[in-house]
């Protein structure tokens, strides 16, 4: 049976959620279709109680149709579903789930700086996006109320506000004011995040009440994930189909799009039929589907870029122990950062980054203190011929002083760094699995040593032992670029709307959209950009 | 039971479905011996000192095997299982913070634990 609707949303993460809620209120009629099944919260949470490893991906399944890369197999070699091409390994991951990866981010929401807009202008490395900070700022403000905000009115660090947040900032931990009065004395300063996290009722949803485990679950839901908006479509009149894989783009004569076609966990296909087909698959399957759709010939890809310019923010990542405790593990994951380092003059020589600081001790991003018991390499905390109170003691004092300081980089576009559809390499119902090629660079490593130098110089104020600077960039999770916008045709995917320079009725949705990635963390912008492409829809 | 509650100075309990799998996965010749070295003697260790004290881990044998016991306990984890992570002594003995995805309640965060 063929579907027919005004528009198709692939994707049912925070983008294509946003969207498939703006165009059904608007009287559209929206199917949206998400690869994976949906989830159970409670299930979900049980199931991460029982995993070994309490990785991002540990509460949530990874079916045979819709396979999802993980953190446990990044990088090991001929191991996960991505195929790994190098010479680097990508190293953020994702899910394929209804809901998308809302389940498991950690829910920071910094805008972008207005200079991230003109990075090539002002800095000469990079690109320009097609919009302003400006052109963008009111959308800001219309995600921050859609997927709810708490944030300092008072703290705009460095990105304009033309209106408050929806509600009042995370109070920041205990650990974020002994790492501020560190930071203060060599002339820094930590700021409380913005946060997709409720401090007070918002929108019938719970306040946080610290679970600290925002990744990889809320248990209640605090945290905003797209399930909000796709509820609210699918009791305005979307129709939701999960197990859905979309793999092509079916065109008219006439070079627009007629839909889409998707296939089920039994291998039998489905087409949809649609006057708008938004992808909003992620910066991963986005590119996946266009570059295999008509054939293999791709779809909307007359400038060949689509799948290229892959981007990350790696991580560099800090462990210590502070000289006084501290007492992480309590609360959300992270809640304060130290912003200033955003907007250093020396963008032209390395990456700009953001100081995240976490509030999870050492356990990122596959751990948990009883980690630190059974961990293959360093073996166990437990001394032989120890127990006890002294043991109780001891473990006590070292994890109240655990600190860990995440920079994420700024990366710049490379157009060799990108993924292909690997018809060699199929997964089980027989669609081509990722080949993703990547670089992390030189312009990343430097920056990544200028936050290994902050990193010692916070660790030095704060006392700290045992320092360990990560000697590789962990992904962030954050997977951008490849099917960027920009004004001209043959330098860019899609046009600053999010629509396709080649298919006109074709829109792309999600961070895959971003020219450059700034250091915020993605989120917020790719939600007002799709929130903009949204109100584009809804007027033509 | 008396064994691993003498290893934590009975501060801790462990519920028995969960110390089975513990004692499941011990060698049960090198666990007979810590346990006749220990409570099974004529004056029962109650403390990990009254254990020290007693000699028994002078044995590298039954020093490693406590070592184990106290691995499996602190972790949750045995045979690449998770035996019990609510209850594993890496949480319930910080004090100050409780297992990820429970609640401290808003905002304890903010302020330095009593």
Not at chain 1, 293 to 310: K, Q, T
Request: contains cysteine; hydrophobic residues 40%; aromatic residues 8%.
């Amino acid at each position: 049976m063929t579907i027919r609707t005004d528009v198709v949303v692939v994707g049912s993460g925070v983008a294509g959620a946003l969207v498939a809620d703006r165009l059904q209120r608007s009287g559209r009629s929206v199917t949206i279709l998400e690869a994976g099944p949906p989830i159970d919260r409670d299930q979900a949470v049980e199931v991460f109680r029982a995993a070994t490893a309490k990785v991002p991906e540990s509460p949530y399944p990874n079916t045979d149709w819709a396979p999802h890369p993980t953190v446990l197999e990044i990088g090991v070699p001929g191991t996960g579903y991505f195929f790994q091409n190098g010479p680097d390994p990508f190293g953020s991951t994702y899910e394929r789930i209804v809901g998308g990866t809302t389940w498991h981010w950690l829910g920071s929401c910094p805008r972008l700086l207005p200079s991230d807009f003109q990075l090539h202008t002002l800095f000469g490395v990079g690109v320009d996006w097609p919009i302003t900070y400006n052109d963008l700022e009111p959308w800001y403000v219309k995600a921050e109320h859609e997927i709810g905000v708490a944030g300092n009115d008072n703290a705009p660090q460095g990105s304009p506000r033309s209106a408050g947040f929806p509600m009042p900032a995370v109070p920041t931990s205990y650990l974020d004011k002994i790492v501020n009065q560190a930071a203060n004395r060599i002339g820094l300063k930590v700021e409380a995040t913005p946060q997709a996290r409720n401090t007070e009722t918002f929108n019938d949803r719970h306040h946080c009440v610290g679970n600290s485990n925002c990744i990889p679950i809320c248990p209640i839901g605090a945290k905003y994930d797209a399930l909000i908006h796709l509820d609210r479509a699918v009791e305005n009149g979307a129709k939701l189909i999960s197990n859905a894989v979309v793999w092509d783009v079916l065109l008219n004569a006439d070079g627009t799009a007629r839909g889409v076609v998707y296939r089920r966990p039994d291998r039998s296909d489905e087409t949809v039929l649609a006057n708008v087909v938004v992808m909003a698959a992620n910066a991963i399957e986005t590119p996946k589907i266009l570059l295999s759709a008509n054939g293999g010939r791709g779809v909307g890809n007359s400038s060949g870029l689509v799948g290229r310019n892959l981007m990350d923010h790696p991580i560099q990542l800090s462990y210590a122990l502070s000289g006084e405790p501290v007492f992480p593990q309590r609360g959300p994951l992270s809640t304060a950062g130290i912003e200033s380092t955003r907007q250093a003059a020396t963008r032209n020589l390395h990456s700009a980054f953001r100081v995240e600081i976490g509030n999870d001790g050492w356990k990122f991003p596959i751990g948990d203190p009883t980690f630190e018991f059974a961990n293959q390499s360093n073996g166990t905390f437990v001394q032989l011929r120890e127990g006890g109170n002294a043991l109780a003691q001891r473990w006590r004092d070292h994890v109240s002083k655990e600190i860990r300081f995440g920079s994420l980089m700024e990366q710049l576009p490379n157009p060799d760094n990108r993924i292909v559809p690997d018809f060699t390499r199929l997964d089980a119902i027989g669609l081509p699995r990722p080949r993703i090629s990547f670089t992390i660079g030189a312009y990343v490593r430097d920056g990544m040593a200028e936050a290994t130098a902050l990193h010692e110089r916070l660790f030095d104020q704060l006392k700290a032992t045992e320092r360990t600077h990560v000697g590789f960039p962990f992904g962030a999770g954050h997977v951008m670029g490849t099917t960027q916008m920009g004004a001209d045709p043959a330098r860019s995917v899609t046009d600053g709307d999010g629509r396709s320079h080649d298919v006109p009725n074709l829109f792309v949705a999600g961070s895959s959209l971003f020219p450059t990635v700034g250091t915020a963390n993605p989120t917020l912008t790719l939600a007002a950009l799709a929130l903009r492409t949204a109100d584009v829809i809804r007027r033509s | 039971m008396a064994l691993s509650e003498a290893l934590t100075d009975e501060e801790f309990s462990l519920r028995d479905e969960v110390g089975a799998q513990y004692k499941a996965a011990l060698d049960p010749a090198a666990l007979s011996r810590l346990v006749q070295a220990t409570v099974r003697t004529a004056n029962p260790p109650r403390t990990f000192n009254d254990i020290l004290r007693s000699g028994a881990l002078n044995d590298p044998t039954n020093a490693a095997t406590a070592q184990q016991i106290l691995t499996y306990w602190y972790s949750g984890l045995v045979n690449d299982k998770t035996a019990d992570y609510l209850e594993a002594l890496a949480w319930e003995s910080l004090g100050f913070a409780v297992p990820s995805s429970t609640k401290i309640g808003f905002p304890k965060w903010a302020e330095k634990p009593s």
